[in-house]
């Protein structure tokens, strides 16, 4: 199905792309998802650092009301322009705050002009919804995810199943790919009522079309119980910590 074309303004985006109301500076380490059915790297998910390495918090923790749509768009190109330059070949997953995001259409721009200038594949590009994240209006986070996913980019819902699990959203705009929180995968191998959860969620999401994506996966025994449910999208300690400005290569259980 060819991708409707965008149209768009790329006047404010070189302003957006400086990072004007940030005054602070990141980079991304980068984690791989592995499609362990195809044994090879399905997308590596940028991940916010410190510029000599610090912890997410570091950064994320300098967010607020002021800076939020600065930082939110300063993201995008970055975690773009750095995708580009390692030669990225596989998708690039890109979280995103939705009480960033004011409009669908517009905020999405920067990515747009990001992509363009960096030469990066569009229909390459995943935005991962933090699910953390307070949204005081659901409807307003399904807009962006239907807005998006009708520009052909990929949605993925993070950290399903830690705290309020969106459920709503499953019903109004299910996503591409659901992540697993890594709390319902610790030791899910000994666990029944765990194994049950995600038994559920598996059923859930092969009704609605969507991948389930395994996140924080550390030992054989969690990913072997996950493969022999049926489970081809890994990603963890187990297969790569994540590279301070690289893409590691994943180790790949047999």
Request: with cysteine; glycine share 6%; aromatic share 12%.
């Amino acid at each position: 199905m060819e991708k409707p074309a965008v149209l768009f303004d790329e006047s404010h985006c070189e302003q957006c792309a400086c990072g004007e109301g940030l005054d602070f500076s990141f980079t991304f380490a980068f984690q791989p998802i592995v499609d362990v059915s195809k044994r090879e790297v399905y997308a590596y998910e940028a991940l916010i650092r410190g510029p000599g390495g610090e912890s997410a918090w570091s950064v994320l923790s300098k967010i607020n009301d002021r800076n939020r749509y600065a930082f939110d768009q300063v993201c995008r190109v970055k975690a773009v322009k750095l995708a580009a330059k390692l030669g990225m070949q596989t998708s690039l997953s890109i979280n995103f705050l939705p009480n960033a995001v004011y409009k669908a259409e517009y905020c999405i721009r920067t990515t747009l002009a990001a992509a363009k200038t960096y030469n990066f594949d569009t229909s390459k590009i995943i935005f991962e919804l933090i699910e953390g994240e307070d949204l005081s209006e659901p409807d307003h986070l399904v807009n962006i995810i239907n807005t998006y996913r009708e520009m052909g980019f990929k949605v993925a819902v993070d950290d399903f199943g830690a705290g309020y699990s969106r459920y709503n959203l499953m019903i109004a705009s299910p996503p591409d790919l659901l992540k697993l929180d890594m709390a319902l995968i610790r030791d899910i191998e000994t666990i029944p009522n765990k194994q049950a959860v995600v038994a559920g969620i598996i059923t859930m999401m092969d009704q609605l079309g969507g991948r389930i994506l395994a996140e924080g996966v550390e030992t054989e025994a969690e990913y072997y119980w996950l493969r022999k449910q049926g489970i081809e999208l890994f990603q963890g300690y187990l297969l790569a910590r994540p590279g301070f400005e690289c893409l590691p290569e994943p180790y790949i259980p047999e």
